[in-house]
């Protein structure tokens, strides 16, 4: 089983009487994680399940994952992907959705970083990682919760995804 982790793309900044989870993410932000989500098909990522964070700005980042992947599949909320939610407590609810090959989580910091350390290290803390906006990192995912483990496949930053994106354009779609 492969898990993606994906952070959320660029969002607006956070007004003082603003709700934190209505933030949309910006143009630029949409067309980052375009060019992201290009690059990891290019790669052959491919998602069997897709949830995010029920708040908006992870929303509009899993719809556009799905659009780049011809709108399959359709991301699914989960609570336990929102902001502040405890690591082990999204681990516990990813269980289900592990049956699935390929399943792929838009969320937030800090709380991607503690649930890849968790998975990796045994301990929320246990390694030190700083996922990017549109960042992706790669699991493997080994055993059963309580006993979940992973070895990290790979981590790629937005601006390589972006890239890749871009090269096999290019080589596929010359002069577009």
Excluded: C, N
Aim: no cysteine; charged share 25%.
């Amino acid at each position: 089983m492969i898990l993606y982790v994906i952070r959320h793309g660029i969002a607006e900044e956070r007004a003082p009487a603003e709700d934190d989870g209505a933030r949309r993410l910006t143009p630029r932000g949409r067309q980052r994680i375009r060019g992201a989500a290009a690059g990891l098909r290019a790669i052959g990522v491919r998602f069997d399940v897709l949830l995010t964070s029920p708040l908006v700005r992870a929303a509009e980042t899993a719809t556009i994952v799905a659009e780049i992947y011809g709108g399959q599949p359709v991301p699914r909320e989960l609570p336990a992907l929102a902001q502040g939610a405890p690591p082990a407590e999204t681990v516990r609810a990813l269980q289900p959705f592990l049956r699935h090959g390929h399943v792929g989580i838009v969320g937030h910091e800090p709380g991607l970083s503690e649930v890849v350390a968790l998975l990796v290290t045994g301990s929320p803390d246990g390694m030190a990682l700083s996922l990017k906006k549109g960042g992706v990192v790669a699991l493997e995912l080994r055993g059963r919760a309580p006993r979940t483990h992973a070895k990290l496949r790979w981590l790629l930053a937005p601006r390589h995804l972006r890239r890749i994106g871009r090269a096999v354009r290019k080589r596929l779609l010359p002069g577009v």
